[in-house]
């Protein structure tokens, strides 16, 4: 979805369901989170490496569950301030939350393998 971000951002938008047409800051706050999703997931690949300090994916998948849950919270925040909104517009705090358990879950099977990749 980062790559999607940055190349596209008024489909990405649509698919959100943001209504067009895009005022030059918000395509340009979806690039930015775009280029973050692709740094994060740039991060992921390189401790995946096999000659990779084993430290550096536990490091890897906690700032990724810090960076979903700070999206949930102004997510949620966004939603309270402004509730008349459809059920679309809060799909991101629902791919948000799902990044926070998939990244507890990817640290739990680390734990389980002692930290070391298979």
Same mark, same amino acid.
């Given at each position: 979805?980062?790559?999607?971000?940055?190349? !596209?951002?008024? %489909?990405? #938008?649509?698919?959100?369901?943001?209504?067009?047409? $895009? @005022?030059?800051? /918000?395509?340009?706050? &979806?690039?930015?989170?775009?280029?973050?999703?692709?740094?994060?997931?740039?991060?992921?690949?390189? !401790?995946?490496? %096999?000659? #990779?300090?084993?430290?550096?994916?536990?490091?890897? $998948? @906690?700032?990724? /569950?810090?960076?979903? &849950?700070?999206?949930?919270?102004?997510?949620?925040?966004?939603?309270?301030?402004?509730?008349?909104?459809?059920?679309?517009?809060?799909?991101?705090?629902?791919?948000?939350?799902?990044?926070?358990?998939?990244?507890?879950?990817?640290?739990?099977?680390?734990?389980?393998?002692?930290?070391?990749?298979?």
């Amino acid at each position: 979805m980062g790559w999607s971000a940055i190349l !596209a951002p008024k %489909l990405l #938008a649509k698919a959100w369901g943001v209504k067009s047409p $895009l @005022r030059s800051d /918000i395509k340009y706050a &979806i690039r930015l989170f775009g280029i973050r999703n692709v740094i994060l997931a740039y991060q992921l690949y390189q !401790a995946e490496r %096999l000659d #990779a300090d084993p430290e550096e994916l536990e490091e890897i $998948l @906690r700032q990724g /569950i810090t960076v979903d &849950i700070f999206d949930v919270l102004f997510g949620v925040g966004a939603r309270m301030a402004k509730p008349e909104g459809d059920f679309v517009a809060g799909l991101p705090v629902i791919a948000s939350l799902a990044g926070v358990a998939l990244g507890f879950l990817g640290r739990e099977n680390s734990e389980l393998f002692g930290g070391r990749h298979r």
